[in-house]
């Protein structure tokens, strides 16, 4: 059974930094590119960060380049989101995902997210 169980969200001032985890078991993690998403009230979820199965690719969403950093420990089975400079408009519900082909695409599991709320 896949899971992937995120962690290190919280609330923080604007301008402070959070850095979140996401744990994952039950499948071959090395195979599987990675990605975090969110998704703020009211919104539709998006897009914030993606890694490839090595950690030799990354993408970023616009509004957070610069600002955020994906990496990744395959030898842990943990995939990182380093968020400096937050903003109030960062506040959301993060999740991170795996997929078991490449960044782009859908993905194939789910984590049941973490909230991070940035205050102003």
């Known amino acids: 059974q896949v899971q992937l169980v995120e962690s290190g969200g919280g609330l923080v001032q604007a301008g402070g930094s959070l850095r979140l985890s996401c744990a994952a078991s039950?499948?071959?993690?090395?195979?599987?590119?990675m990605g975090w998403f969110r998704r703020a009230p009211g919104k539709e979820r998006e897009s914030v960060a993606a890694?490839?199965?090595?950690?030799?690719?990354?993408k970023y969403a616009e509004s957070v380049k610069g600002r955020f950093t994906i990496s990744r420990d395959n030898a842990k089975n943990l995939v990182s989101l380093q968020m400096n400079s937050l903003k109030p408009e960062d506040t959301a519900v993060y999740y991170c995902?795996?997929?078991?082909?490449?960044?782009?695409?859908?993905?194939?599991?789910w984590g049941q997210g973490t909230q991070v709320t940035v205050s102003s």
């Open positions: 039950g499948l071959t993690f090395g195979r599987y590119a």
């Open positions: 995902a795996a997929n078991r082909n490449t960044v782009a695409g859908a993905y194939d599991y």
């Open positions: 890694i490839s199965t090595s950690g030799g690719f990354t």
